[in-house]
Structure formats: structure tokens, C-alpha cells
């Protein structure tokens, strides 16, 4: 039940808006690491978020209980990783195939793997000022049965209760459409991600939230608490440690135009009244 998360700094191609390339990206690497695709790969281009140097490409693909998504921000000329397999894979692997597809330099860069077999509750100390956002890693016992209109309600319900800013509406699946084992959901927040797994054999529901900004993630702790029967595991990880820096010394900084901007939010007007 391994956990992999990679910061990719000083990339070397200019390919970091490319659809198709990250498509087949996707694919390549899904299939190199012997990994079980349930859907296709979902692509999302951003160009009209709060944050003017964070556009790029969201992407994910469904595995059986877990999930790959690859964020690029292309003016950073960085992308971040989130990879979760409950039946495990190698990471060493899975790093030498990103570099493959995407060079980045390696001591500019961050890979971090969680065992999430393990329960446990661990906070890593970070600056909030200094990172990309915390990622959430947590184990979860429900109190009622997960249905799919349970995970996709409570996943668009979550983004509002912790002000983020959804760039689509959950995304709902079971891993197979006979004898299923997985139910799963995905909703994409800007430039990041939550996903909900839940095991329909053992009851077990993995959850993770990663959020291109900083927040209060005691507060998310004790929305947990709250909607769920237990929290066998808590663990939080920085994100992102030189992304400020990169911000803030960005040169010819993009500016939005806020009629598109409008126009690309016009969904969320008319969902998320």
C-alpha cells in the first residue's frame, strides 16, 4: 500500500503543456509499472486560476483503489506526482520513469513514499510560507454504508467546507462493472487533488488531500473526525518546497484576462451556488 509523491524541479523539456505527451505519459508509465488501469486518463488544462504563474495541465488516471496524477506548471518548469497503489509497485522504479519521460534535477527535486499499510499519526514540520501546500494522508472507517452518491456528495461538500477552489465536479467509479471491489472518487482542486478509496471487502476508506495552498489541516482533522467512525492513520506531508521561491522570482509574470476567467468559472456559478 505504498504512497508515492514526487516534487519535480528544473525539468529540462519544454513539453509541460503537451496533452497528448501527458497522456502518454500516463499510459507508458501505468503500464511499465504493471499497474491496473480502471478508466482512461482524465486531462485538465488551467489557465485561468487565482494564481497567474500556476497554469498547466491536471491529469489522473483511476488504478483498482488508487490513483496517478501528474499537475505540470510549465513557467515553473515543474510538475508534482502523486501515485497510490493498494497492491504496491516499485518506487525506485517509478522515479527512474518520470525522470525517463521528464528530466528534472535531482537536487532541486523532493521524493517522498508513505507505507500507508501502517497506522500511524505523524505531522513532518514544515514553514507553511515556504511550500506548495500539505498532503494529506489518511485511513478512514466510515459510519454509514459509501455509496456513490455518498463519496460524490461528501467529496464536493469538503471542497466547500475548506474553501478550496474545485476545477471540476467529482469523478465516481466502481474499479470493475461485475463483482466489484473498489469504489472509487476523484475531485480536482487548483493545481492539486482529494481522492477517496473505498475497499468494499474490509470497510477501509484511503483518503488524501493535496492543496496547492496552505491550510489548517487540524481543521480537516476534525472534519474527519466528525463524518467518519475512525481515523486509524493521520499523516501530513509538505509539498512543494521551492515553489514560493520559484513565484517570486518568475520574470514577465502572466497576467489573467478576467473575461476568460470569467467565462471558465461560469460552471461553478451554476453548480456551487
Known amino acids: 500500500m505504498k504512497h508515492f509523491m514526487l516534487d519535480a524541479y528544473g525539468v529540462k523539456r519544454n513539453n509541460l503543456n503537451d496533452i497528448k505527451y501527458i497522456q502518454n505519459t500516463l499510459n ?128 464536493e461538500q469538503l471542497v466547500a467546507d475548506v474553501e478550496m477552489t474545485p476545477i471540476i ?5 466502481f474499479d470493475s462493472n461485475k463483482n466489484p471491489s473498489y469504489l472509487s472518487g476523484i475531485t480536482m482542486i487548483a493545481e492539486s487533488h482529494i481522492s477517496f478509496h473505498y475497499n468494499l471487502t474490509t470497510g477501509d476508506i484511503m483518503f488524501d488531500i493535496f492543496s496547492c495552498k496552505s491550510f489548517n489541516y487540524e481543521l480537516i482533522k476534525k472534519h474527519l473526525k466528525k463524518s467518519m467512525k475512525d481515523i486509524p492513520s493521520f499523516v501530513v506531508i509538505p509539498r512543494g518546497t521551492r515553489h514560493q521561491y520559484l513565484k517570486e522570482n518568475l520574470q514577465n509574470k502572466r497576467a489573467l484576462s478576467e473575461r476568460m476567467k470569467k467565462y471558465s468559472q461560469s460552471w461553478r456559478r451554476t453548480s456551487f451556488k
Do not use: Q
Open 28 to 155: 507508458e508509465i501505468t503500464a511499465r509499472l504493471k499497474l491496473t488501469p480502471v478508466a482512461p486518463p482524465f486531462l485538465l488544462p488551467y489557465y485561468y486560476g487565482a494564481e497567474p504563474e500556476d497554469i498547466g495541465i491536471s491529469s489522473f488516471v483511476f488504478l483498482k483503489g488508487g490513483h496517478l496524477t501528474i499537475h505540470t506548471f510549465p513557467l515553473l518548469a515543474c510538475y508534482f506526482v502523486d501515485l497510490y497503489d493498494p497492491e504496491g509497485f516499485n518506487e525506485t522504479k517509478a522515479e527512474a520513469l518520470f525522470f525517463e519521460n521528464w528530466p528534472f534535477d535531482r537536487d532541486k527535486s523532493n521524493v517522498v513514499t508513505v507505507d500507508r499499510s501502517i497506522g500511524r499519526e505523524e505531522v513532518v514540520p514544515f514553514d507553511p510560507s515556504e511550500i506548495f501546500g500539505p498532503h494529506i494522508l489518511a485511513r478512514l472507517t466510515p459510519k454509514k454504508p459509501v455509496t456513490m452518491e455518498y463519496i460524490f456528495k461528501y467529496l
Open 169 to 173: 465536479r467529482p469523478y465516481v467509479i
